[in-house]
């Protein structure tokens, strides 16, 4: 994660409070520039779980959010660049996760399913507060915004399925 994804958010969203699960979302600014940071802390996870993951199931699944992700975080800062020109996007971010690093195996597969759980969370909620506050400016970011609410939605079913499965917890 780059510094870029840890520097200042301050006033206009809260994101010191988000690992207590307190991120209010107050308009659609606050939505891209605090979903960057927190994508940016999902694809570091799953790059650290493709180097240390024996599950090809997981292996997988790490390249997904890697590709999903990557390319919704590239959209995010078009839109910030084209909507906001100039304006600060930088956000203080809270991070969510431990440092998966010295993890391998096992080990691994548990604490990033035990961790992305509640990370997948986050963005749901904050997908379903900016969609049910209808903060959208721009109608691009209304379907965009499902769309992380309802695939990460889909990927908690499967991590707790996985979880069950692999380490009854």
């Known amino acids: 994660m780059g510094p870029s994804s840890m520097a200042g958010m301050g006033s206009n969203g809260g994101m010191g409070t988000m690992a207590g699960m307190g991120m209010s979302v107050g308009s659609e600014f606050d939505?891209?520039?605090?979903?960057?940071?927190?994508?940016?802390e999902a694809i570091a996870a799953a790059k650290a779980l493709q180097r240390g993951t024996h599950r090809q199931e997981m292996r997988a699944f790490a390249g997904s959010i890697i590709e999903t992700q990557t390319a919704e975080v590239e959209q995010m800062k078009a839109?910030?660049?084209a909507w906001h020109p100039g304006r600060d996007t930088s956000v203080t971010y809270?991070?969510?996760?431990r440092d998966l690093t010295g993890l391998s195996g096992d080990a691994l597969d548990q604490a990033f399913l035990a961790d992305m759980i509640p990370h997948h969370m986050m963005a749901v909620m904050m997908s379903q507060q900016f969609l049910m506050a209808n903060l959208a400016d721009h109608g691009e970011v209304v379907p965009f915004a499902r769309n992380i609410r309802d695939v990460q939605h889909t990927e908690i079913q499967m991590m707790a399925a996985w979880l069950r499965a692999w380490f009854g917890s």
Do not use: R, S, V
């Open 31 to 40: 939505y891209l520039t605090g979903m960057i940071p927190h994508h940016d």
């Open 79 to 81: 839109w910030l660049a």
């Open 94 to 97: 809270q991070p969510m996760m």
